[in-house]
């Protein structure tokens, strides 16, 4: 098993344009996220999914969206890509309450270092 | 007031050594209590869960004091391939739902010197 991939793992962006990242997972893990990691601020939820079709703002959602078009891939989508969202991104997924397994542990994938200039 | 903080460190050790670091949280409805490890550059992994009548992994002893909204880790015999980041990592479900959100200190960075 490959667990929680990420594509691209670098990425450097001017201002203004767009940009997808992708997360897939093969764990059949019901849901995923979308986190940042910022120096001294920890990791902060952007977004996430409880499942296929459904997404939901986390923490910091602004400047972003996302879709759940497939249970195994998560994107995360740039728009308009700004200098404060230079960061490593990272992707994680977890078993649902339903899943039977313990839905609070999530693993994640190796991150994508975003620089916007 | 962040919701779960820590000490940021670094923290320096010489092999050999026990470490311990400190962990609190703000929100009492806390549910679930969790340290995760980061490698530098790389992707956090769960380490341990904390629970309230403490736990034991090896050389890793995680403590919960719910009274005090307080969570530790400590380390003994420590070895060079323990330095990292260590993420203090707390749940709580948000109402309505039943996703358990979870909640990332900064981070505590450790250091084993030979």
């Known amino acids: 098993n490959a667990g929680v991939t990420q594509t691209p793992k670098f990425r450097v962006l001017k201002t203004g344009q767009s940009m997808t990242l992708l997360c897939a997972q093969d764990m059949n893990h019901e849901y995923m996220y979308w986190y940042r990691q910022d120096p001294g601020m920890g990791l902060r939820l952007i977004h996430y999914?409880?499942?296929?079709?459904?997404?939901a703002k986390g923490e910091v959602p602004d400047g972003y969206n996302v879709s759940r078009l497939k249970k195994q891939n998560f994107l995360l989508g740039l728009e308009s890509a700004a200098p404060s969202q230079t960061s490593v991104y990272f992707c994680?997924?977890?078993?649902?309450?339903?899943?039977?397994?313990?839905?609070?542990?999530?693993?994640f994938g190796p991150g994508t270092r975003l620089t916007v200039l | 007031r962040k919701e779960v903080e820590q000490d940021p460190g670094p923290f320096n050790v010489p092999e050999g050594a026990t470490v311990a670091f400190n962990c609190t949280y703000s929100n009492s409805a806390s549910q679930s209590f969790f340290w995760y490890r980061q490698d530098c550059r790389k992707e956090p992994k769960l380490l341990m869960s904390?629970?309230?009548s403490g736990n034991e992994d090896g050389r890793f002893t995680a403590q919960l004091n719910r009274a005090s909204q307080y969570i530790s880790l400590l380390i003994r015999d420590s070895k060079l391939s323990d330095s990292a980041t260590y993420l203090c990592?707390?749940?709580?479900?948000?109402?309505?739902?039943?996703?358990?959100?979870?909640?990332f200190g900064q981070g505590t960075i450790l250091t084993v010197h030979p």
């Open positions: 994680a997924s977890s078993y649902g309450p339903t899943s039977g397994g313990p839905y609070n542990e999530q693993f």
């Open positions: 999914s409880v499942g296929e079709g459904t997404t």
């Open positions: 904390v629970y309230s």
């Open positions: 990592v707390v749940t709580s479900t948000r109402r309505g739902t039943s996703y358990g959100k979870l909640t």
